[in-house]
C-alpha cells in the first residue's frame, strides 16, 4: 500500500521535510522558553545572554529616562525581538504552523497526482493518513509545549524581577553614588567620580564666608577711627615738643654743671 511514497519520491520527501520542520520548530521553541523560564527565576545570577540584555537595557533605560514608565511594554517589546539565529521568536512561531500547512498540501499535490496517473483508492490512501497522523502529531506537540502560556509566564518573571527587584536597586545604587560623588547631571544622571570632586573642589574655592559686621556700617567707623587717631597726633604733638625741649634743657643744664665743676678744679689745682 505505501508503495506510492517511492513513486512520487520528491512529494514525499516534501511532506515528510515539511511534517517534520513544524514539529521541531515547535519543539525548540518550547525548550527556548522553558530554559528562560527557569533562569528567570534566578535572574541575578543568569546566564542566558538574552537575559542578560534584558537587564542591561533596561538599566540604561531607566537611569536614561529617570525611571521606566511602562514596565509590561518594555517586556513585551523585548520579548517580540527575541531571535533564535536570524529570526524572531514570533517568525518561529508562526513557520512551525506554516510547515505544518505546506505539508498537507503537499499530500494533497501527492493525491492529485495519484488520481491523474490512475491510481486507485487504496494506492492514495497512504497520503490521507500520513497527513492525519501529522495534523494530530502538531497539535498535539502544540498543546504540551504551549508557547503561549510559556511566553506569560516568562513575561511576568521579567515584570516581577523589573519592577520589584531591579528597579529598587538601581536607585539605591543611585543614591550610594550621589553621596560617594556629589551632585548629578541635569538629565539624572550621575557624574563621574573625578568631575564630581573637581565639582567640589571649585565649589569650596568659591565658597563665600559669612560677613560678621556689613560693609555699609563699617566704613563710616574706620573713617571715625582715622580721623580721632589724627586729633590725637596733633593734641600729642605740643606735649611731645614740650618734653624734648625739657629734655634738652636738662642736657644743657647738665653739661654747665660739668663746665664749671672742671673749672673749679683747675683753679684748686693751679693755686696749689
Keep these: ?17 515539511l511534517l517534520a520542520a513544524s514539529i521541531f520548530l515547535r519543539i525548540a521553541l518550547g525548550m527556548l522558553y522553558q530554559n528562560m523560564i527557569r533562569e528567570s527565576d534566578n535572574m541575578a545570577s543568569t546566564e542566558n545572554k538574552m537575559l542578560k540584555q534584558c537587564k542591561l537595557k533596561f538599566a540604561n533605560c531607566y537611569q536614561m529616562s529617570n525611571g521606566v514608565a511602562n514596565i509590561p511594554i518594555f517586556v513585551d517589546k523585548f520579548l517580540n525581538r527575541m531571535k533564535w539565529g536570524p529570526f524572531t521568536f514570533e517568525t518561529l512561531y508562526h513557520l512551525s504552523g506554516q510547515a505544518m500547512l505546506l505539508s ?7 493525491i492529485c497526482r495519484s488520481i491523474m496517473a490512475g491510481r486507485t483508492l487504496g494506492d492514495i ?3 490521507y493518513i500520513v497527513s492525519f497522523f501529522g495534523l494530530y502529531l502538531y497539535f498535539s506537540i502544540s498543546t504540551v509545549v504551549d508557547i503561549k502560556k510559556k511566553k506569560r509566564v516568562l513575561k511576568v518573571n521579567l515584570v516581577d524581577y523589573l519592577e520589584n527587584h531591579l528597579s529598587p536597586r538601581i536607585d ?3 543614591q550610594d553614588i550621589e553621596m560617594l560623588y556629589g551632585d548629578t547631571g541635569t538629565d539624572g544622571r550621575v557624574v563621574s567620580g573625578r ?10 574655592q568659591g565658597r563665600r564666608t559669612v560677613e560678621l559686621m556689613p ?3 563699617r566704613q563710616p567707623v574706620d573713617r571715625l577711627t582715622l580721623d580721632e587717631a589724627r586729633n590725637i597726633e596733633m593734641e600729642s604733638e605740643p606735649v611731645r615738643q614740650a618734653e624734648d625741649n625739657m629734655r ?12 664749671e665743676e672742671l673749672e673749679a678744679l683747675l683753679k684748686e689745682f693751679l693755686t696749689n
Excluded at 500500500?1 to 516534501?14: L, P, S
Excluded at 644743657?252 to 663746665?259: H, I, N, R, Y
Design 215 to 217: 560693609i555699609g556700617l
Design 195 to 204: 568631575a564630581g570632586i573637581g565639582g567640589r573642589n571649585r565649589g569650596r
Design 172 to 174: 539605591i545604587t543611585r
Design 104 to 110: 498537507v498540501v503537499s499530500a494533497g499535490v501527492g
Design 1 to 17: 500500500m505505501f508503495h506510492v511514497f517511492q513513486e512520487e519520491k520528491i512529494v514525499t520527501a516534501c511532506m515528510l521535510s
Design 125 to 127: 490512501l497512504p497520503f
Design 248 to 259: 634738652g634743657d636738662s642736657v644743657l643744664q647738665d653739661a654747665a654743671v660739668t663746665e
